[in-house]
Every structure is written in C-alpha cells, then in structure tokens.
C-alpha cells in the first residue's frame, strides 16, 4: 500500500495571483507620480536657464546698445560669449531674446512652453 504524502511547501495559484495584483496597483500609483516629478524638475532646469539667458541678455544689451540679441551668440566658449553652456534638459529650444520682454523656451519635453520674465 502506498501513500501520498502531499506537500504544503510553496504558494498557492491564489495567493500568487494576490501578490502580483498588488504589484500592479503599486506600480500604477507610482508611476503617473513618477512622471510628475520628472515633468517639475525638467521645468525647473529649463526656467534656471532662461533665467541665466535673461541676465545675460541684459548684460548684452548694455555693452552693444542693442534692443535685440539671439539666444545661441549669448553661449560660448570665446571670451566674447556670456554664458559658457546652456544644457537642453528636454530637447528645448530658446527663441530670440528681445529687450524687455520674457525669454521663452518652446518643445520642453515636446510639448510645453515655458516663459520666464524678469
């Protein structure tokens, strides 16, 4: 006579199927906040370099006497630019600067723009 002993090590169908459920309801919530996050640092990084853009324009403006300036005869590595490096965080592109009004980054990320005033 032989008997079947049944083993109760390792987990059930059920119980498995639970822990993969929760995992996704994780993931879910964490990762819309995720994006959230990332969106808000990007806009910060791209405001920081319109502001350094901004100052430098300014200054620009003052030395040449002139009311409008492009945004990339501002960066540079030659004694004449103002700005060493403008990173584009999230494919960006800065517009022309003109005196007195805001400096603007369109593309941020492909989809928004993003204005900065002094």
Excluded: C, H, W
């Amino acid at each position: 006579m032989t008997t079947s002993t049944r083993s109760t090590k390792g987990f059930t169908l059920v119980e498995i199927m639970i822990v993969v459920v929760i995992i996704g309801l994780l993931a879910a919530m964490a990762i819309p906040a995720f994006q959230k996050v990332r969106a808000s640092s990007q806009d910060k990084a791209v405001t920081n370099n319109l502001r350094q853009l901004s100052a430098a324009a300014d200054q620009y403006f003052l030395e040449r006497g002139v009311s409008s300036v492009a945004s990339a005869d501002l960066v540079g590595t030659n004694s004449s630019q103002y700005i060493k490096n403008v990173s584009p965080v999230a494919a960006e592109t800065y517009s022309d600067i003109q005196q007195g009004s805001a400096v603007t980054a369109s593309g941020v990320a492909g989809a928004r723009t993003i204005t900065y005033s002094n």
